[in-house]
């Protein structure tokens, strides 16, 4: 199993890194069109196809008591998330800056911003911590050991956007980097519930926020 999730994981990164470098179109395509394309569908073939087990192996897992339950962490966790940048904002310009919200623009404006981020983050989770993370547990490994390779492999997977559409500037690149780091907490919520949806609704609350303030 463990050499089938490594094997699923690079064909997603070398054709991820091949769309990035040649290919790359709009936010809108990239993010809403081609990252589910590439991240989601070889993930849904192996489970559905090759494994013959129902989605729910990988987080489709939702009763209306469990998305209260985790729409409300999330919001508690996405408060928490937004204190502590307003005020990291404040250190940094000395007053509150929307200096980022020109890259909120070019999107067409919050709401598309908003739903771009999400088909980004719900892409991102269910690869990473739906089959990546989920599939190391079945195989033996530790949580924490689990939580470490895909917090790892999570990270590599961003390194084509490293060299193409961000154009990283002294800190930049290590608040990005920070980032990618922190969300390896979302494993942590997965592996209570199985479900992928708090992992989503809390890796979105901190892309917004970052975005927004940071």
Same mark, same amino acid.
């Given at each position: 199993m463990r050499r089938q999730v490594f094997l699923v994981w690079l064909f997603v990164f070398l054709i991820w890194t091949f769309y990035r470098i040649f290919v790359s179109q709009s936010e809108f395509v990239d993010e809403v069109i +081609? *990252?589910?394309?590439?991240f989601l569908f070889p993930v849904i073939l192996v489970v559905v196809g090759i494994e013959k087990k129902p989605l729910s192996e990988i987080g489709f897992r939702f009763t %209306? *008591?469990?998305?209260?339950?985790?729409?409300? /962490? +999330?919001?508690?966790i996405g408060s928490i998330f937004v204190i502590?940048?307003?005020?990291?904002?404040?250190?940094?310009y000395g007053e509150l800056s929307f200096s980022v919200l020109p890259v909120v623009k070019a999107? #067409? #404006?919050? %709401?598309?911003? !908003?739903? /771009?981020t999400l088909s980004t983050v719900a892409s991102e989770e269910i690869l990473s911590r739906g089959y990546i993370f989920n599939r190391l547990l079945q195989a #033996?490994? !530790?949580?924490?050991?689990?939580?470490?390779?895909?917090?790892? %492999?999570? /990270?590599?997977?961003h390194l084509p956007i490293f060299f193409? *559409? %961000?154009?990283? /500037?002294? !800190?930049?690149?290590?608040v990005y980097l920070f980032s990618l780091t922190v969300l390896s907490i979302t494993a942590c919520f997965f592996s209570r519930n199985r479900s992928f949806l708090l992992p989503i609704l809390i890796h979105f609350f901190w892309s917004i926020t970052v975005s927004l303030y940071l």
């Open positions: +081609a *990252k589910p394309l590439f %209306l *008591k469990s998305v209260v339950t985790d729409i409300f /962490i +999330a919001t508690l502590e940048a307003i005020l990291v904002n404040r250190i940094k999107t #067409g #404006g919050l %709401l598309p911003f !908003s739903l /771009i #033996g490994e !530790s949580e924490i050991r689990s939580t470490v390779i895909t917090t790892v %492999l999570f /990270i590599l997977l193409t *559409k %961000l154009q990283f /500037i002294d !800190s930049t690149f290590y």
